[in-house]
């Protein structure tokens, strides 16, 4: 009710901070009163200005902290306080990885009920990095010039940005010579409100073992005006280079790529490889972010699904094989079901390139094709699911249950869904033996779990 409202705009006031949501705010309660205050960590007392209140919550601004938290850092990033695409370099990496062991203790405790699992310490990055295999870049007219970066939070303003310390260096400066160049040859800027101009992104992703990179240059435009000047001046200078790709994109969107793909110079595709399986990624191909700790992640499902070489495992959401893949090498076979149709192809072709013959993939909701699977007579020793982040869908849960493996690991980046679905997998007879958070995305909020369960 906003007569009840115990703060006003403008108001300056005392706080403690409790918490801190996943864009990287802190949380102070003022008589029940929820404030959203950018840059404040749990444990903090400080003095802010409320910038803005609605019913049941309102934002704030800090003005001055009074008891600065132990873990708090000098965020190293030049734009960190602008730019939308770190939300905690201001905390120490230790804190970082305390505080997302925390937030997965908390959903499990308040939306799993489950108070008594053992949770671990969660496993980072010694060097939390320079680790993005990717960058997307949008380019845009902004105040009548060419502007380069990321957008703020919440926002299509653009940061300018000359390098980005969460990537992969190699790449991070390749999109740099990219901008220089179509700064060079006058290259048109996209302009969103209008939908004009010729360049909107650029793309640039490097297989993290192999070394080799390939750049997108995704144009409003079939023409892309002195293009022999961007593949001169590219392999020149970045011998890393095996692929340069055109991705043409004319409507007025805020996806990134298009339909239409051209190769304009080398290889259609760059090979990375992870777990020692070797993938072929394309532009369009989803591929994980942080090879290294995806290893990690994977190691654990791996250590977790408790393979001795003559088990049937189920690969629910497997994307492009990755964990399939990974698991083939000491399973009898393994079943793959994922929604996209290419992330299949791209799993099959996979397999083939790493001569790995007892995995089948399907297209399908893992949903609807698990069933399936299930009157065909496929009887699963270990079900793995990597759901998005809306988790499981109840049916499919329940099917699990009615198949009985004798492991089941599920795979999450969204804690609350994650407890909301063991939830249902225990009463079901299961329990949980082991839960392993992992870092894959050292700078943000984002927490990756493990969880292992086996039948009572
Ligand atoms: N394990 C994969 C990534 C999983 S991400 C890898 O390592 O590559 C989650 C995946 O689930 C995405 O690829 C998404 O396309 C897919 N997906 C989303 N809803 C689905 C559904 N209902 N059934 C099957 N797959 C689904």
Redesign the pocket.
């Known amino acids: 009710m906003p007569e009840q409202m115990p703060v006003e705009k403008n108001d300056q006031i005392d706080v403690t901070f409790s918490d801190l949501t996943q864009d990287g705010s802190g949380v102070a309660k003022v008589d029940g009163y929820t404030l959203f205050v950018p840059g404040a960590l749990p444990g903090e007392k400080g003095t802010i200005q409320v910038l803005k209140t609605k019913k049941g919550y309102g934002y704030g601004r800090l003005i001055q902290l009074t008891k600065p938290s132990e873990k708090r850092v000098d965020p190293p990033c030049p734009i960190y306080d602008q730019c939308g695409g770190c939300a905690i370099q201001h905390l120490s990496p230790e804190g970082q990885l305390d505080h997302k062991r925390q937030i997965v203790i908390d959903a499990l405790e308040r939306i799993g009920g489950f108070s008594d699992v053992t949770v671990y310490p969660t496993l980072g990055m010694d060097e939390p990095w320079d680790y993005r295999n990717k960058i997307q870049v949008p380019v845009a007219t902004q105040n009548g010039t060419f502007a380069f970066g990321f957008y703020k939070k919440r926002s299509h303003e653009i940061v300018n940005m000359d390098h980005c310390i969460i990537t992969d260096p190699t790449i991070d400066d390749i999109v740099q010579t990219v901008r220089r160049i179509a700064e060079d040859n006058s290259i048109a800027p996209y302009d969103e409100s209008k939908n004009r101009g010729t360049l909107r992104h650029v793309m640039a992703r490097v297989g993290k073992k192999t070394g080799e990179v390939m750049v997108v240059l995704i144009t409003r435009t079939e023409e892309l005006p002195f293009r022999k000047n961007f593949i001169k001046e590219l392999t020149e200078k970045h011998p890393e280079i095996k692929s340069i790709v055109q991705n043409i994109n004319p409507k007025s969107t805020n996806a990134i790529l298009g339909e239409k793909t051209k190769t304009l110079w080398g290889r259609d595709v760059i090979y990375d490889q992870i777990g020692g399986v070797t993938f072929a990624i394309s532009a369009q191909s989803?591929?994980?972010v942080n090879p290294e700790q995806?290893e990690v992640l994977?190691g654990k499902a791996l250590e977790y699904a408790g393979l001795t070489g003559d088990e049937t495992v189920i690969?629910?959401?497997?994307?492009?094989?990755?964990?399939s893949l990974f698991l083939a090498k000491q399973a009898k076979e393994v079943y793959g079901?994922?929604?996209?149709p290419e992330?299949i192809e791209d799993a099959r072709k996979n397999a083939e390139l790493n001569q790995i013959t007892n995995a089948y993939f399907e297209a399908?909701?893992?949903?609807?094709?698990i069933p399936n699977w299930r009157d065909q007579g496929i009887e699963p020793d270990v079900i793995v699911v990597?759901?998005?982040r809306?988790g499981c869908?109840a049916s499919?849960i329940e099917t699990m249950i009615a198949m009985q493996p004798k492991r089941i690991v599920y795979?999450s980046?969204n804690p609350a869904t994650l407890a909301r679905d063991l939830k249902m997998l225990v009463p079901g007879g299961y329990e949980i033996k082991k839960v392993q958070p992992v870092d894959m995305f050292p700078q943000t909020l984002h927490v990756e779990c493990c969880v292992s369960l086996e039948k009572k």
């Open positions: 989803f591929f994980q995806t994977y690969d629910a959401y497997c994307g492009i094989g990755t964990i079901v994922e929604i996209v992330a399908g909701k893992a949903e609807d094709v990597d759901p998005p809306k869908e499919l795979v980046c």
